[in-house]
């Protein structure tokens, strides 16, 4: 199972960036998917999920309104679309493989996650 991201870089408040998510290894159409953060001296932060099909999303409230999960099947990516972003979205973003949903909003146990793409955001 190998999860690579990309896409991430610095970009100015209010601005906008797209972070993809190359999987391979397994049937990526079978699992659902996450995005997950970081910020510096922080925990691990959910921000959104997306089902097999792709037809349900989940989003934390920072991100709701501002971010968009979706995936390509076909192409195996997962990809995230961010925009107004703000200095506090300033984390490294993982992709993770969902393996169990939990019973709260938010709450998933994953068995894969990439490297991680750095996303900054300031002026």
């Known amino acids: 199972v190998q999860l690579v991201e990309s896409g991430g870089g610095m970009v100015q408040p209010g601005g906008s960036l797209r972070l993809s998510c190359a999987a391979s290894?397994?049937?990526?159409?079978?699992?659902?998917m996450s995005w997950v953060r970081q910020a510096p001296g922080k925990g691990p932060e959910w921000v959104s999920t997306?089902?097999?099909?792709?037809?349900?999303?989940y989003y934390a409230d920072s991100v709701k309104g501002r971010f968009t999960i979706s995936r390509d099947n076909a192409k195996n990516t997962l990809y995230l679309q961010m925009n107004s972003l703000k200095p506090e979205d300033t984390a490294l973003y993982y992709c993770?493989?969902?393996?169990?949903?939990?019973?709260?909003?938010?709450?998933?146990?994953?068995?894969?996650w990439g490297q991680g793409t750095q996303v900054t955001v300031s002026s």
């Open positions: 290894g397994f049937t990526f159409s079978s699992y659902d």
């Open positions: 997306i089902n097999t099909g792709g037809g349900s999303t």
């Open positions: 993770a493989r969902v393996e169990r949903v939990g019973v709260t909003k938010g709450s998933y146990e994953y068995d894969y």
